[in-house]
């Protein structure tokens, strides 16, 4: 089975720091994606990457960049933490044409 | 624009019961289906998926769905749901360059 591991599952942020979350797949997929969850509003594309060094924006890319320098990992970025990023954050990865496997999610509180 | 409408925010089932979730799609092509399932402060996981061939697609956890194009619809169904079932489920639809197009989300709460 493919595995999506995210490097945090809880993780509490100050207002203006820089954070990064890690998202690591095993499989080999070309295509990773970030949402981020929030009650009432679904889930929201942040970024998303086809291949490595490439990367698109998604519905809600402002505040967020992203790196992906190997096949594996891709990595979202907070530039300066503001407490509307509080959220769940959820990365997944799949092959072209096919359904996502999502990794367990990472609770962010910026305070 | 491709989307998907999950008309039911909030469903409550008796254990035991049986279960149909409503998800109705809009997409051009024949559409890429997918019902995930996810339980409270985890990832989503994949119940079942819908490419071509049979409509009727038979999913894990005893879950199946019914893809009808005269109705754009594809209803997740379970004969009898147990206690474990409670959670939140998505339907999604597949988008161009592999991306998916998820709906609200549907909260199953389940009475003893």
């Known amino acids: 089975d493919v595995k999506v591991t995210q490097s945090s599952r809880y993780l509490v942020k100050r207002t203006g720091e820089k954070v990064f979350l890690e998202c690591v797949q095993d499989?080999?997929?070309?295509?990773m994606f970030w949402y981020r969850q929030d009650p009432g509003l679904g889930l929201r594309l942040i970024y998303f990457?086809?291949?490595?060094?490439?990367?698109e924006k998604g519905d809600i890319p402002e505040g967020y960049s992203v790196s992906r320098e190997k096949k594996e990992r891709f990595s979202l970025i907070l530039e300066s933490a503001s407490t509307n990023q509080t959220s769940m954050y959820l990365c997944?990865?799949?092959?072209?044409?096919?359904?996502?496997?999502f990794g367990s999610g990472t609770r962010l509180t910026v305070v | 624009a491709q989307s998907v409408t999950q008309p039911d925010i909030h469903i409550t089932v008796s254990e035991g019961a049986s279960l149909e979730l409503r998800c109705n799609y809009s997409y051009g092509a024949t559409p890429y289906l997918f019902w995930y399932v996810q339980s409270p402060g985890q990832g989503l996981q994949l119940l079942l998926k819908y490419f071509s061939g049979d409509t009727l697609v038979q999913g894990i956890k005893g879950f199946e769905a019914e893809f009808k194009r005269s109705q754009s619809s594809f209803n997740l169904r379970k004969p009898s749901v147990h206690w474990s079932d409670a959670a939140e489920y998505f339907c999604a639809v597949g988008a161009k360059g592999g991306k998916l197009i998820f709906g609200q989300g549907t909260e199953l709460s389940v009475k003893p």
């Open positions: 997944a990865s799949s092959l072209t044409g096919d359904g996502y496997t």
């Open positions: 499989m080999d997929h070309e295509n």
């Open positions: 990457s086809y291949d490595v060094k490439m990367k």
